[in-house]
């Protein structure tokens, strides 16, 4: 009787041991934004090659950007998808996702929704109330921290970037990014309903409260402009912004350096959403 009653309590500790989760969601909103950035499809020069996946054993989670939405939920938001120019070097087209609604329940607007961070990562730039994209908040999320098959997905999608990019609207001087051949991957939140309150290198948890939705920069109605480009690690652009008269050209050349250069891709949201 003793070794049973020893058999049981051995099987009933085995079957309270935790298991790590792998997935989540939070929530989620949506509206339309100003046209955008390039993804190209042509052929280019290559300057240099992704490198090869690195392996991670973290728990990967994704989270919903948007209060009370889920994954499921975020396609009916939906209001304006990707659409990308041709080439790099132009500005047209659409280059993230725009959730918006204007009746939800008791709600009668998504104006001043709070909006969440997808990704884990750290701050790598936040945005005044300029042309196109109003207050924002930029996370980098480095690509070694996603899971490896991921990792591998986007490279494989990563395009060669030319060595000259033949630019067709006013970008003076575009630096070149530092090419250390690590990558990560950049999540934009913009038109928030007011300044974001980070700075540069905070660290950012899956799911934080970034602020809430707005309809700042070019903007018609309130919504959120998410947008998701891979591009090499450790962005350095203090500022950006276009399409208005009282910026200047450092803000300008960033601005071409992020959306039309080629280094930084868009990347569809929901290849991340649906990768878990």
Not at 5 to 20: D, E, N, W, Y
Not at 242 to 249: D, K, L, P, Q, S
Not at 258 to 275: C, E, K, L, M, T
């Amino acid at each position: 009787m003793k070794r049973l009653f020893i058999f049981a309590f051995i099987l009933i500790l085995s079957a309270c041991r935790p298991v790590a989760a792998t997935g989540t969601s939070i929530p989620a909103t949506d509206t339309p934004v100003p046209s955008s950035t390039p993804e190209p499809t042509a052929t280019h020069t290559a300057t240099e090659v992704p490198p090869s996946a690195t392996p991670t054993n973290a728990p990967f989670i994704v989270c919903s950007p948007l209060e009370d939405e889920t994954f499921d939920s975020l396609p009916l938001i939906l209001t304006k998808g990707i659409e990308l120019p041709a080439h790099f070097g132009q500005d047209f087209g659409h280059p993230g996702l725009d959730f918006a609604y204007f009746q939800r329940g008791d709600r009668t607007s998504i104006q001043g929704i709070q909006i969440y961070a997808i990704l884990p990562g750290t701050v790598a730039l936040t945005l005044e109330d300029n042309y196109p994209y109003g207050y924002t908040i930029m996370v980098e999320t480095p690509l070694e921290d996603l899971p490896e098959d991921l990792q591998t997905a986007l490279l494989d999608a990563y395009l060669t970037v030319p060595e000259e990019v033949e630019y067709q609207y006013y970008c003076p001087d575009v630096p070149t990014p530092a090419l250390t051949g690590e990558y990560s991957l950049y999540h934009l939140y913009a038109h928030m309903e007011n300044p974001p309150d980070f700075d540069r290198g905070d660290p950012i948890a899956c799911g934080q409260l970034l602020g809430t939705v707005g309809t700042t920069g070019w903007s018609s109605n309130p919504h959120l402009h998410l947008e998701l480009r891979l591009g090499p690690s450790g962005l350095d652009i203090p500022t950006m912004a276009h399409y208005e008269g009282a910026i200047t050209v450092e803000q300008i050349s960033n601005y071409c350096l992020w959306r039309s250069s080629g280094y930084y891709q868009v990347v569809d949201p929901f290849d991340i959403f649906n990768s878990d």
